[in-house]
């Protein structure tokens, strides 16, 4: 059973920085897409950065310059650095999974079967 443990959510003030991290508990899948996902109050959920075992990695251009997705060497760990955040980046913040195909060319929250809980992110102006 694979478990997806968020962390590192907190409330901060816009243009600080928080950096997100998801365990990723004993898997050893060779062919994998990690994610993250973001979902405020009201809205669907967005895919916002994706990495995968084939070394690409791509970040949604609402986000794209101020966050960045990336993983330990041992791959059991995925973070996402986020800069200069801003009231919009408020949201509550999942880490996801697909263990047996790569990234496609627009990954859907419907591609991924493991899920973390989520982390709360809170900007204030």
């Known amino acids: 059973q694979v478990q997806l443990v968020e962390s590192g959510g907190g409330s901060v003030q816009a243009g600080g920085s928080l950096r997100l991290s998801c365990a990723a508990s004993?898997?050893?899948?060779?062919?994998?897409?990690m994610g993250w996902f973001r979902q405020a109050p009201g809205k669907e959920r967005e895919g916002i950065a994706f990495?995968?075992?084939?070394?690409?990695?791509r970040v949604a251009d609402s986000v794209k310059g101020r966050f960045t997705i990336s993983q330990t060497n041992a791959k059991n760990t995925l973070y996402l650095q986020m800069n200069s955040l801003i009231p919009e980046d408020t949201a509550m913040y999942y880490c996801?999974?697909?263990?047996?195909?790569?990234?496609?060319?627009?990954?859907?929250?419907?591609?991924?079967?493991?899920w973390g809980q989520g982390t709360q992110v809170t900007v204030s102006s």
């Open positions: 996801a999974a697909d263990l047996w195909d790569p990234c496609g060319g627009n990954p859907l929250a419907s591609d991924f079967g493991y």
């Open positions: 004993a898997y050893t899948y060779s062919t994998y897409c």
């Open positions: 990495t995968d075992s084939e070394g690409m990695t």
